[in-house]
């Protein structure tokens, strides 16, 4: 039976395992102990050091460590801007329900306070009416989830 590589699993859940550590050349990662080749934010972070204590050209240290050179500078401006943070990954596409401003969320106040049977298909139909905005029914389903979890804060 095959061992389960668990820290490949969190590094997966976490969005920083590196789907390609045989490409990373540099010798004290093939040693195994401390430095690990599947965890990007480690590789990442040699590959900057290196270049930046050990002299080494950001070309070579990109290739060494397995990386392109435009990951190289993304990192380098990521550890610069953020610190180590930055070398995490980030979510990507929409932070949040952009479309629903605090205009549009009155609207729906309003409107649930006025006929609170009223679903978000309806909703959304009014608003493309009335504001003149396409709203997906899912996301002010989502918005008035969280604003109903912002008012009733689970108890500690």
């Given at each position: 039976?095959?061992?389960?590589?668990?820290?490949?699993?969190r590094?997966?859940?976490?969005?920083?395992?590196?789907?390609?550590?045989?490409?990373?050349?540099?010798?004290?990662?093939?040693?195994?102990?401390f430095?690990?080749?599947q965890?990007?934010?480690?590789?990442?972070?040699?590959?900057?050091?290196?270049?930046?204590?050990?002299?080494?050209?950001?070309?070579?240290?990109?290739?060494?460590?397995?990386?392109?050179?435009?990951?190289?500078?993304?990192?380098?401006?990521?550890?610069?801007?953020?610190?180590?943070?930055?070398?995490?990954?980030?979510?990507?596409?929409?932070?949040?329900?952009?479309?629903?401003?605090?205009?549009?969320?009155?609207?729906?106040?309003?409107?649930?306070?006025?006929?609170?049977?009223?679903?978000?298909?309806?909703?959304?139909?009014?608003?493309?009416?009335?504001?003149?905005?396409?709203?997906?029914?899912?996301?002010?389903?989502?918005?008035?989830?969280?604003?109903?979890?912002?008012?009733?804060?689970?108890?500690?």
């Amino acid at each position: 039976m095959a061992k389960r590589n668990t820290k490949a699993e969190r590094l997966k859940a976490l969005g920083i395992l590196n789907r390609h550590p045989e490409r990373v050349r540099a010798s004290w990662f093939q040693t195994g102990s401390f430095f690990d080749a599947q965890d990007l934010a480690q590789v990442k972070y040699e590959m900057l050091r290196h270049v930046s204590h050990e002299g080494a050209s950001k070309v070579e240290a990109a290739a060494l460590f397995g990386l392109s050179r435009p990951a190289f500078y993304q990192a380098q401006m990521a550890l610069v801007r953020e610190g180590l943070a930055g070398l995490l990954p980030r979510r990507r596409g929409p932070k949040g329900a952009h479309k629903l401003t605090a205009e549009i969320m009155s609207f729906i106040e309003r409107r649930q306070s006025e006929d609170p049977q009223l679903h978000a298909r309806a909703l959304a139909e009014e608003i493309k009416a009335a504001l003149h905005l396409s709203v997906h029914p899912r996301s002010i389903e989502r918005a008035l989830a969280r604003k109903k979890k912002l008012q009733n804060p689970p108890p500690r």
